[in-house]
């Protein structure tokens, strides 16, 4: 079993929807980061988070501790969303160098 | 500047050739990190720096060579790959390894062996 689960793999939504993804993990951590990769390209940090929510923009992050979960909200939906989004953790293990360890990406496609 | 660059954007080489990669940052961040990315595969881990020296080696073959000669800079440097080394190649930077820090990737460099 993975470290770290997505769900769902693989996400078609029309635009203006509100979309999910979702991460579970199973090993303590010390910060949960969503990021985002557009087709071919580099990663763009989205959010860091140790705890509650964050918002920016139309984008919404949230993690619950105690039940290892977090999700990642997009309020209004517009095709340039279309990316993966992956789930990562940084395991509060003592000997960790920092290394995050990544879920297998959502992919979402959203239509006009 | 909260970028993270890297050079260059492509590379095509031989399995013969010698090649580095480069990446840069000015954040003043003493954690940098090299991953691999096979196509629509997460990332993995292949090196660490922490305050420009080696932390950790993901048992990655001595065909991959990182070297940090300052804070701010970081090499990969590539001799005699294989095919099956095609990957992007992403860098990232961090405060720091210890404590909570946001990592920041560089656009990668996609390298094709041929």
């Known amino acids: 079993k993975n470290e770290v689960e997505q769900s769902p793999q693989n996400l078609t939504a029309q635009e203006g929807e509100f979309i999910t993804i979702n991460c579970s993990y199973s090993v303590g951590i010390s910060a949960l980061h969503w990021l985002q990769q557009h087709p071919g390209g580099g990663i763009v940090s989205l959010f860091m988070l140790s705890s509650g929510k964050k918002k920016h923009g139309r984008l919404i992050a949230t993690i619950n501790i105690q039940e290892k979960h977090s999700s990642l909200h997009i309020t209004a939906s517009h095709p340039r969303d279309s990316a993966v989004y992956i789930c990562?953790?940084?395991?509060?293990?003592?000997?960790?160098?920092?290394?995050?360890?990544f879920g297998k990406g959502t992919k979402l496609s959203v239509k006009p | 500047d909260t970028e993270v660059t890297q050079t260059p954007k492509h590379l095509v080489m031989g399995m013969t050739n010698k090649k580095s990669l480069k990446c840069e940052q000015h954040m003043g961040h003493r954690a940098m990190y090299w991953y691999k990315q096979k196509a629509k595969k997460p990332p993995e881990l292949m090196f660490v720096y922490s305050y420009e020296k080696l932390s950790i080696n993901e048992s990655v073959p001595s065909r991959f060579s990182p070297e940090c000669p300052n804070s701010s800079l970081l090499n990969l440097h590539l001799h005699a790959l294989q095919p099956e080394d095609s990957a992007l190649y992403l860098c990232?930077?961090?405060?720091?390894?210890?404590?909570?820090?946001?990592?920041?990737f560089g656009p990668g460099t996609r390298l094709t062996v041929t």
């Open positions: 990562a953790v940084r395991s509060d293990y003592g000997g960790s160098q920092g290394n995050l360890i």
């Open positions: 990232a930077s961090s405060i720091r390894t210890s404590g909570s820090y946001e990592q920041y």
